[in-house]
T-cell receptor
C-alpha cells in the first residue's frame, strides 16, 4: 500500500545548483508531510515538515512545497552542497509511510 | 544527552535461531517505533509502543515477530525462528509525544540483521 511514492531513485546535481526532490501521495487525510535525510549506516534524520493547510515551508536552504490538488510535494535545496549527498525520504504525517527514497549526489 | 541507542549494531543469526534487538529511547521520550528497511526499499513501519503498551502493530508480520517496551529497560524487538528474508536493517525511533504532527522522530543508527 504505497501511500507516498518517490519515483526518482536517484538525482545528481552540481554544487551550488538547485536540487529538487519529488513525492506523490494518495491519502489526503494526513495533516503533515515530513522529509528525512539518511546517510549510509545511520538512521534517518528529520529535516523539515509542512502542514497540509500550507503550500510552502522554508528553513534555511531547504524549502518544501505542497500542491494539494496534484497530491504532490517537493523539496528544494538551494544552493546544494556536497554534504547534502544522502538519501531523502518523503514521509506521511503519522510517520507510518516512508517513500522509497531518492539518493541525491551533489558533485563538487 | 545520548540519542536513541540501538544494540547490537550488527547481528548474525542462523536460520531457525532467535534474534533480539534492543532500543533505548532518548531521555524523556516514552513513545517508541520500530521500522524495517529491506535491501533496495524504503523504511516500513512495524510497531508503535508506549511504556508497557502496544499502541499500533499494524505493520508487524503476523507470525514470529513480537515487540515489547517494559516499564523498566529498553524496548525489545524479537524475531523467532529467523529466515533469510528477515535480513534487513531494523531502526528504532522515539518521540516525546505520539504520532502525527510536524516534528520528526529521533532515530537510532539501526541494527543490521543478517540471517545465514
Amino acid at each position: 500500500d504505497q501511500q507516498v511514492k518517490q519515483n526518482s531513485p536517484s538525482l545528481s546535481v552540481q554544487e551550488g545548483r538547485i536540487s529538487i526532490l519529488n513525492c506523490d501521495y494518495t491519502n489526503s487525510m494526513f495533516d503533515y508531510f515530513l522529509w528525512y535525510k539518511k546517510y549510509p549506516a545511520e538512521g534517518p534524520t528529520f529535516l523539515i515538515s509542512i502542514s497540509s493547510i500550507k503550500d510552502k515551508n522554508e528553513d534555511g536552504r531547504f524549502t518544501v512545497f505542497l500542491n494539494k490538488s496534484a497530491k504532490h510535494l517537493s523539496l528544494h535545496i538551494v544552493p546544494s552542497q556536497p554534504g547534502d549527498s544522502a538519501v531523502y525520504f518523503c514521509v506521511s504525517g503519522n510517520q507510518f509511510y516512508f517513500g522509497t527514497g531518492t539518493s541525491l549526489t551533489v558533485i563538487p | 544527552n545520548a540519542g536513541v541507542m540501538q544494540n547490537p549494531r550488527h547481528l548474525v543469526r542462523r536460520r531457525g535461531q532467535e534474534a533480539r534487538l534492543r532500543c533505548s529511547p532518548m531521555k524523556g521520550h516514552s513513545h517508541v517505533y520500530w521500522y524495517r528497511q529491506l535491501p533496495e526499499e524504503g523504511l516500513k513501519f512495524m510497531v508503535y509502543l508506549q511504556k508497557e503498551n502496544i499502541i499500533d502493530e499494524s505493520g508487524m508480520p503476523k507470525e514470529r515477530f513480537s515487540a515489547e517496551f517494559p516499564k523498566e529497560g529498553p524496548s525489545i524487538l524479537r524475531i523467532q525462528q529467523v529466515v533469510r528474508g528477515d535480513s534487513a536493517a531494523y531502526f528504532c525511533a522515539s518521540s516525546p509525544t505520539g504520532t502525527g504532527g510536524k516534528y520528526g522522530y529521533t532515530f537510532g543508527s539501526g541494527t543490521r540483521l543478517t540471517v545465514v
